[in-house]
């Protein structure tokens, strides 16, 4: 068996930044620590904090008075950061500088009274909070069946905004169909689906017409690794979202020749790497890196981190 390991895969900037702001909080103020949603929504990382103390809530009201409250990557509405001040919370703002960016176009948008369409999932963590900026100028769409049908006051005031973590094609598939219906439409200045979602898809393009079956290792709820199993099952090969070794089912991999194996963005490297130690037990597999560009992104942690250090 070959592997073809594709590469850029697993933790972003976004993903690295939020998780040292949970580990330098730790470290500064102790326990309990509160995060408000899953930090990253990946069940190992979420497990390893809970299992020092760090307490995650989908409710404000949840965390006491006082406490400290660090806000998850995927950013949160206006609307929870007033509750959190209302209860006095110290809280740490966690969120990935891309989905800030998308914040920021919104109340643009919505200053300059356009209807905004938000291309997104309904109920993830980041579309909830985009849409609490402006959740009477939004209306999302989450097919071209939507772009289809959506009806707005005015046609010729629209813009939108997309998730970071969507499917390219299906995006651009959506933005195309709003196009047509809306000849006026105008978008940000820059792409919103980020840098690493689009590498991590291109990467599997690069590399699953050579897999008879591809592993994407992440979470069930984690949107960035169920579109990167999406696009490997596009190729028209067998594809298996994991969380880890242990969801592995080894039958998957009988008459297999070359096997393609990357992660989401949340993903840890050593449940890669613990993926990889199975097929090699199991069908003495040799591991090729396939590099389609290399990531050199960084992001400095939370201001609120910063100024507590400097004191």
Same mark, same amino acid.
């Given at each position: 068996?070959?592997?073809?390991?594709?590469?850029?895969? /697993?933790?972003?900037?976004?993903?690295?930044?939020?998780?040292?702001?949970?580990?330098?909080?730790?470290?500064?103020? /102790? @326990?309990?620590?509160?995060?408000?949603?899953?930090?990253?929504?990946?069940?190992?990382? %979420?497990?390893?904090?809970?299992?020092?103390? %760090?307490?995650?809530?989908?409710?404000?009201?949840?965390?006491?008075?006082?406490?400290?409250?660090? $806000?998850?990557a995927h950013g949160?509405?206006?609307?929870?950061?007033?509750?959190?001040?209302?209860?006095?919370?110290?809280?740490i703002d966690a969120?990935?500088?891309?989905?800030?960016?998308?914040?920021?176009?919104?109340?643009? $948008?919505?200053?300059?009274?356009?209807?905004?369409?938000?291309?997104?999932?309904?109920?993830?963590?980041?579309?909830?909070?985009?849409?609490?900026?402006?959740?009477?100028?939004?209306?999302?769409?989450? +097919? %071209?069946?939507?772009?289809?049908?959506?009806?707005?006051?005015?046609?010729?005031?629209?813009?939108?905004?997309?998730? @970071? @973590?969507?499917?390219?094609?299906?995006?651009?598939?959506?933005?195309?169909?709003?196009?047509?219906?809306?000849?006026?439409?105008?978008?940000?200045?820059?792409?919103?689906?980020?840098?690493?979602?689009?590498?991590?898809?291109?990467?599997?393009?690069?590399? *699953?017409?050579?897999?008879?079956?591809?592993?994407?290792?992440?979470?069930?709820? +984690?949107?960035?690794?169920? =579109?990167?199993?999406?696009?490997?099952?596009?190729?028209?090969?067998?594809?298996?979202?994991?969380?880890?070794?242990?969801?592995?089912?080894? @039958?998957?991999?009988?008459?297999?020749?070359?096997?393609?194996?990357?992660?989401?963005? +949340?993903?840890?490297?050593?449940?890669?790497q613990e993926c990889?130690?199975?097929?090699?037990?199991?069908?003495? *597999?040799?591991?090729?890196?396939?590099?389609? =560009?290399?990531?050199? %992104?960084?992001?400095?942690?939370?201001?609120?981190?910063?100024?507590?250090?400097?004191?």
């Amino acid at each position: 068996m070959r592997i073809l390991l594709a590469s850029p895969r /697993g933790f972003c900037a976004g993903v690295n930044m939020a998780i040292e702001t949970v580990e330098t909080a730790l470290q500064r103020f /102790g @326990t309990p620590l509160y995060v408000f949603h899953e930090i990253v929504h990946n069940q190992h990382v %979420v497990q390893t904090f809970s299992k020092r103390g %760090v307490i995650f809530v989908n409710d404000i009201d949840e965390v006491p008075p006082g406490s400290v409250l660090v $806000f998850s990557a995927h950013g949160v509405s206006p609307e929870v950061r007033e509750k959190a001040r209302q209860r006095q919370l110290r809280t740490i703002d966690a969120t990935c500088p891309l989905v800030t960016k998308v914040h920021r176009e919104v109340r643009r $948008f919505a200053d300059q009274g356009y209807t905004i369409f938000l291309i997104g999932h309904a109920g993830h963590d980041e579309v909830i909070g985009t849409m609490g900026e402006a959740p009477d100028a939004i209306r999302l769409i989450q +097919s %071209v069946a939507d772009a289809e049908t959506v009806e707005v006051p005015d046609p010729d005031k629209v813009a939108y905004t997309t998730q @970071t @973590t969507l499917s390219i094609l299906d995006a651009a598939q959506i933005v195309a169909r709003l196009r047509e219906r809306f000849p006026k439409l105008v978008g940000p200045a820059k792409d919103d689906i980020c840098y690493a979602t689009q590498n991590r898809q291109e990467a599997i393009l690069a590399i *699953a017409r050579q897999c008879d079956v591809f592993l994407v290792v992440g979470s069930q709820n +984690s949107s960035n690794s169920r =579109r990167l199993a999406e696009i490997a099952a596009s190729t028209g090969i067998p594809s298996y979202l994991v969380d880890g070794p242990q969801d592995v089912d080894l @039958t998957w991999f009988k008459g297999k020749e070359t096997v393609g194996i990357t992660a989401g963005a +949340s993903a840890p490297e050593r449940l890669v790497q613990e993926c990889i130690q199975l097929l090699r037990e199991n069908f003495g *597999a040799t591991v090729e890196e396939v590099s389609l =560009r290399e990531e050199h %992104v960084h992001f400095p942690l939370p201001l609120e981190l910063r100024l507590a250090a400097s004191k």
